[in-house]
Structure formats: C-alpha cells, structure tokens
C-alpha cells in the first residue's frame, strides 16, 4: 500500500522505520536491544569539556552489565558481563602516533575483548586485568591525526574501542567505574579523570618540560631498551611478504638462553618458510581447516612452516648456520643464546626471515600488517615485558652487491621490551648470607622461587638457620641438620616446617674476613638444575663497599660503568661452565652434589670512610644471575660469642704464612 501526498508516493515499510526512530528517540530506555541493568548514560552529543580540550581527550562510558552463571549469594564471587567504550579523540594541533592509554580497573575484572585496540604485555583473550588495570594500544588505527588536516573526519581523529569482560565483587546497584583513564605517550601530562555517573573523560595536554627530538622523522623516532624487536618488511607482493625480525640485547645485564618468542598474528597472516629460527609446531591442519585454505584452495599446506595465531619461534643450532635452506644469515643459529655486549657483541644480537602469506582484504603491497603482543622467554633469564610494535623510519642496509651504497626495507616496526623485577616469590635465584663470625648461616627465603600450593609446609614461615655445610647438600637433605642446629641454638623450630625456596640456582655470599684497611668476601654458585650453564655470569651491587673493589681471584671481575655500584663476575677462560647437579660418590646414600664454582673477592677500605662491613655495609644490594635478579635475605648473620675477630687472629696467621715463606726458600 503507498501513501499519496502532494504527488509523491511514500512506501508504508519507509513510514513505519521514520516512526520507530522518532520513538526511540523519545524514550531511548524502551528501544535498548539488550538490558544489561542500567540505562547507559552516553552523552546525545559530544561533551562540552571537547571545546576546551587542546591535546587529546579520553573518555570511558560504562554502558551496562548483567548477571552471570553461575547465581550465587556471595556478592564477592557473583560474576558480570559487563560492556564500556573508551574514546580516544585528537582535539590537538599534532598527530599522535602510536596511540596508548591506560584504563584502571578495580574490580577483578576480565576482559574478553577489546574491538580497535590490543592490550599491552597481554597473552590472548581472556585476560585478567584488575586490580592493577591495563594499557592499551592502538590496532588497526594506532595513529590519530589532527582536525586540521583531516577537514574534521572523525574517522581518522578518533578511535572508539568497544570492551566486553567480566567483573566481580560488585553489587547490584553500584556502578563500578575504573579508578582512572589517561594517556600513556611520552610528552603528554594528565590531570585526575573526572567522573560525572557511568561516564569520566580527561584532557591530556603536551608537556612543556618534556624535551622533543631534534632529528624529524616521518614516522615515530627509535626508541632504545633492554631487549628490542626490529620487524623489516624486505620484499613485498600482492599476497605475500619477506619480513626480516632483529633482536638486539642493549642491557648490560641482559641474557637470553634457548629464547623462545612467540607473538599473535591479526589478519590470518601464516608462516611459509623460515630461514635462521623454526617453530616448534608445524600443522598444515589449521590452515586447511580455516580460513587459509578457504581462500588458497590449491595451495600445498604440507610445506608450510606454521599456520598458529601465536606461533613459538626458536633459534637454530650452529650446526645450521651455513646450511644453505634454513642458515646462511648474519647473527643466526646460535642455540637461542643472547649476550650482553659486555661479554660478547656478536652474540648480542640475533636475526631470522620468514615469508608471510596474507588473506583478504590485505591484497595488496602496501596492506601490511605486524604482528602484535610480542613476548619472548629463556630458560633462566630476566622476565621482558613488551610493549606494542611502533611504526619507524625503514631501515637502511648495505648494499648487498658491496658497492658504496644502502637499501632500505619497505616498512619497518619496532618493539621495545624492558626488563622487569620480579614478583614476590617469583624469582628464579635466590642468595644466602654467612659469614667468619657467625656459626649460622641465612638461607634462602622460603619460597623465594615460588611453592606448590598443595604442599605440606609453611609457605610463609621464615626459613630456619643452617649451619654453614648444610648450604652444601640438597634442601630435602637438610632436615635433620636444621632441627639438630636449632635444638642447640635452643630455639624450638615450628610443627610446621617452613617450605624450602625451590631455586635452581643459589649464591652465597660470605663474609670471609674484615681487618683495618681491608676485607674479604667470598662468592659461592650452586647449580641445583639437571643442565649446566655456559657462559655464564653473576653481578653483585655493593653501595658504599664499591669503590674499593680490588679483585676476583677466581673470576674474571670488572667494574661496569653502565651499571652503578655493580661487580660483573664470569668464568675465566675452561671455567665458564656451570654444571649441573650429579650424583654423590655412593648415590646410594650419598645426597646429590650441586655444580658449584666459588671466588674469593678482596676490598680495600681506602677511600670508603665509616665502612661497617658486618652491619651490612659487606653485603650486597642486588644479585643477578645471567640477568635474573635474585630474592635476597631478609636478616643478616650474627655475630657468635664463641668466634673472635679476626683483627686479632692477624698475628697468628702472620706466623704461619712467614713459617711458610721460610720454609720454602729452605727447600729451594
């Protein structure tokens, strides 16, 4: 049926859509498609603090939530899904590049997605994000131009990011906002959010204090950190691309053994031929199964290297490094070791290839896409944590024909990753503390390496004194001699004992002398892992003991200059090996022994006035082990009434190194 009015013939099915938008624009509340509890409170037009903003204004907007299975009365375990929208809108005279803000949840939350936008340092969705809330990144759209040049498309200014997630411990009536939303980039200061509702925005405007790069570059300017990813597209097609991936260990500290990386591919991107790494799984299964083989129909699966959305890429051995289908690149196959450059630069850095298919809609040479949430691991190394990959300038190379001239990649990102300290019980060393004039030694902290929540101990008990031989036999070996030392200590040890500190790797460190101008210490390693480390190294932060390091008797000790106050200590030439625990002589009664490698370190107290060495002045602030920084004690050793000092022992060994010294010329 068609309506007639002043000679134009209006559709029936045209009036009754008119009708229901002027309806819902009446009452908003009764055209919602879903009720998730509260009407959300969205602003009909854009928020009047926009008009004040002159940098970049971010919003977040609380939309609703619902109650999830399973019901349950605790409040504090009852689950919702809940779903918000974070704005992000260039309201500045400059483009922001690489846009990222930080969102702080608060209230357990899970977040299960995040539409135009990936979370930093994440591992795939679900991922847990309160109560210390999250970064997030931009992708696709990581840049926001300015309205001035973009004749205000909101399109290209703008980005809205829709979350879902999960909360808990919320009531029915409240309306759990974060604690804060600002802006993360360099160069931008934010004021406190403000929060009006379901609803907070903050304007966050360019530092005047913050110092800009002088070299103009047309993208972002290189960032430096301790480990960095450099992902350069070689060779691009319409369906394909060469991508090249550098990593570089920039920190004195840093290390890296059989690293395992592993990042999240986009757009359906895989993996058909590597060159100087490899992954650990090759199933043809997930691309013929998905949307790879939908689209390449007669393409062979069986060759291809990886089809995974978050593949794990390893280092080759040297025996490949000048084979001549999977090696023959600089820096490659190397068994997945990264150095500092303190010890060795060319093995500081590591390179690998990889031809990368694309899928639809990136059918051309300029849709390039990285991958993103870049995470790589070693076997007992420093924990990185990565930020997102930046678009760069492309990187230049020399000319591979030798003349005097460069090439440069089509595109170029970068991922910055900084070390990180770790968590309380999240260690992978751990030290213990002795010393000449005590009888007992600190051992390491109870569960310094983490502990299995099942066991039978006291995961937080403080760890009993041993004494001093005890440091040398496993922990299940060292029940007896702990009850045997407190029952002479007269300290009565708790029903519960406390749980032993799980590390596979412990330091001792010893004070093994202190006179009037001088002290001694002494350094102990003990590999309590199957595997031994080569090419390892330790380093020990001393504050006011530092300046009068001397020597390392048994290593080969140094001063670092990019490092305050810290001793770099590795195995001099045929020492370098740190092997694993072994059998005893009688495995049948004998405890396991421990790879173990020891040094003597010597000070000088000139120079360093006011120098206490047993009231921790001799111990240090910080150890590392190949670039783990290791759980310390929490007490130092005391000092025994039936030990002396050894200012007084002086005259006695005197005697006996000058008996020795004449001895020796007699026998000669």
């Known amino acids: ?222 960032q430096y950190g301790d480990l960095d990813f450099t992902y350069d597209v070689l060779r691009a097609y319409e369906n394909r691309y060469l991508a090249q991936v550098t990593i570089d260990n920039n920190n004195p500290l840093g290390r890296l053994d059989q690293w395992n ?57 040297p025996e490949s490094e000048n084979d001549d289908k999977v090696g023959k690149l600089p820096y490659c196959c190397k068994n997945g070791t990264l150095l500092p450059k303190t010890m060795n630069e060319t093995k500081a850095r590591a390179i690998f290839q990889l031809e990368v ?40 190379f020399p000319d591979p024909s030798g003349i005097d001239a460069t090439t440069s990649a089509v595109a170029s990102w970068q991922v910055t990753c900084n070390m990180t300290r770790p968590k309380p019980k999240g260690n992978k060393c751990c ?26 101990c006291d995961a937080n008990a403080a760890q009993l004194l041993l004494p001093t031989d005890a440091l040398l036999v496993p922990f299940s070996n060292r029940t007896e001699k702990a009850l045997a030392f407190a029952r002479i200590k007269h300290k009565p040890p708790p029903k519960k004992l406390p749980c032993p500190d799980n590390c596979g790797v412990s330091i001792n460190w010893h004070i093994d002398s202190d006179y009037k101008n001088g002290w001694t210490a002494r350094l102990t390693l003990f590999n309590w892992d199957d595997f031994a480390f080569a090419d390892w190294f330790t380093a020990v932060q001393l504050k006011k003991a530092f300046p009068g390091f001397e020597k390392s008797y048994s290593f080969n000790g140094t001063k670092l200059t990019d490092v305050s106050n810290t001793i770099f200590m590795q195995g001099l030439p045929g020492l370098n090996y740190l092997v694993g625990e072994v059998n005893g002589t009688h495995p049948d009664r004998d405890p396991r022994v421990p790879g173990k490698q020891q040094s003597v370190i010597s000070f000088t107290k000139k120079g360093v006035p006011h120098l206490n060495v047993a009231q921790g002045d001799g111990f240090p602030t910080k150890v590392f082990f190949n670039g783990e920084e290791c759980a310390l004690p929490k007490e130092l050793p005391k000092r025994s009434g039936a030990h002396r000092s050894p200012v007084a022992l002086l005259p006695a060994i005197s005697i006996v190194v000058l008996t020795f010294l004449l001895l020796t010329v007699t026998l000669n």
Request: charged share 20%; hydrophobic share 35%; with cysteine.
């Open 431 to 456: 030290v213990s503390y002795s010393a000449y004039y005590s009888d007992s030694a600190v051992p390491c902290n109870t569960c310094a390496c983490g502990c299995d929540e099942e066991a039978r």
């Open 1 to 222: 049926m068609l309506m007639r009015r002043s000679g134009i013939r209006i559709p029936w099915k045209v009036l009754s859509l008119i009708a229901i938008v002027v309806f819902c624009y009446s009452d908003i509340e009764k055209c919602n498609a879903q009720d998730y509890g509260s009407s959300p409170e969205t602003p009909e037009t854009p928020p009047p603090e926009i008009e004040h903003c002159n940098g970049i204004f971010v919003s977040y907007i609380f939309q609703g939530r619902e109650k999830e299975y399973p019901f349950v009365k605790n409040v504090s375990a009852q689950a919702w899904s809940f779903q918000a929208m974070a704005t992000v809108l260039n309201t500045g005279s400059e483009e922001l590049k690489s846009w990222q803000i930080f969102i702080g949840f608060q209230h357990h939350e899970l977040l299960v997605s995040a539409d135009g936008a990936v979370v930093v340092d994440g591992d795939g969705f679900p991922i847990r994000v309160g109560n210390n809330g999250t970064v997030l990144a931009g992708f696709p759209q990581s840049d926001l131009k300015t309205a001035i040049d973009t004749a205000a498309d909101y399109t290209q200014m703008q980005v809205q990011i829709n979350l879902k997630g999960t909360q808990f411990g919320v009531s029915a009536k409240s309306s759990p906002m974060p604690r804060t939303i600002k802006l993360v980039n360099d160069g931008y200061k934010c004021p406190a959010a403000t929060r009006k509702g379901t609803y907070m925005h903050v304007c966050c405007k360019k530092d005047p204090k913050f110092k800009q790069k002088i070299k103009k570059t047309k993208f972002l300017p290189r």
């Open 357 to 396: 298919f694309k899928l639809p809609p990136d059918m051309n040479r300029t849709a390039l896409n990285p991958p993103q949430n870049w995470k790589i691991e070693g076997r007992l190394n420093p924990t990185y944590k990565c930020g997102p990959p930046i678009r760069v300038d492309p990187t230049e």
């Open 261 to 317: 990386l592993t990042w999240e591919w986009m757009r359906n991107e895989f993996i058909n031929t590597m060159r100087g790494a490899y992954t650990h799984k090759k199933d043809p299964s997930e691309c013929i199964y998905g949307p790879q083989g939908q689209y390449y129909q007669d393409f062979d699966f069986s060759t291809v290297m990886n089809c995974q959305k978050k593949p794990i890429i390893a280092d080759l051995p």
